[in-house]
């Protein structure tokens, strides 16, 4: 139990385009979902907390117009990078809480071009 | 401020050898505290968790060791084996926090 999708896996689109990336929660519903951003061989990076029905909490230094979050459903949040640059490719990861952990998505790789 | 603090950065072991990663914390508030392991491309992934009422917990060939009074806890990996080769991360966690350590790559040298 407690599988996390995401999708796309990875996704190259050209710079000033808008890409949308998926998390859901296979087997069980999550309240909180996290995004986290993480570069090459470094930790995990939060970007913003999202919480079904309210709009998400971000961290600071991350623009919340450029990357828009949704958390329509229980099962479902996504991640909008609006106007994408080459400096947002990187990794995304989403993660789902369950009671006391918080369960990982596989990542979605995204190269702006 | 870095609230988790891990070492070393990078760990080579034999195989059948033991693995050791360290971790440190400051905030007294801290009440969860997993371990996750990371291969290259994927998410990371729950592998083993403690809670500070408990100074070790034991899964199999993972083993958490915990020191409240210090504020550390370790990952020991008995055995390790070529497989185990990933990158660790250790975090600590309160209410909705997650906060985690920066990483140890652990490579397994047959």
């Known amino acids: 139990g407690a599988v996390v999708s995401q999708h796309p896996s990875w996704v190259i689109c050209k710079s000033g385009t808008s890409v949308k990336i998926e998390c859901r929660s296979l087997?069980?519903?999550?309240?909180?979902m996290f995004w986290y951003r993480q570069f090459p061989k470094q930790s995990l990076m939060l970007m913003a907390t999202?919480?079904?029905?309210?709009?998400?909490?971000?961290e600071q230094g991350v623009e919340k117009d450029k990357f828009l979050i949704n958390h329509a459903s229980l099962t479902l949040s996504t991640l909008t990078v609006t106007s994408a640059h080459p400096e947002d490719s990187s990794f995304y990861i989403c993660?789902?809480?369950?009671?006391?952990?918080?369960?990982f998505g596989p990542g979605t790789r995204l190269t702006v071009t | 401020q870095q609230q988790v603090k891990q070492s070393p950065q990078s760990l080579i072991v034999q195989k059948g050898g033991i693995s050791i990663i360290n971790c440190a914390y400051e905030?007294?508030?801290?009440?969860?505290f997993p371990w996750y392991q990371q291969f290259p491309g994927k998410g990371p992934a729950l592998l083993i968790a403690i809670r500070p009422d408990v100074s070790e917990k034991k899964e199999g060939r993972f083993t958490i060791s915990f020191n409240k009074s210090a504020k550390q806890f370790s990952l020991h990996i008995m055995d390790s084996q070529p497989g185990d080769s990933a990158t660790y991360f250790c975090a600590a966690s309160r209410v909705n926090q997650f906060y985690f350590g920066t990483g140890t790559s652990l490579t397994v040298i047959p």
């Open positions: 993660s789902a809480r369950r009671e006391r952990e918080q369960y």
């Open positions: 905030n007294t508030a801290f009440d969860y």
């Open positions: 999202s919480n079904e029905g309210s709009k998400a909490t971000y």
């Open positions: 087997d069980f519903q999550a309240t909180t």
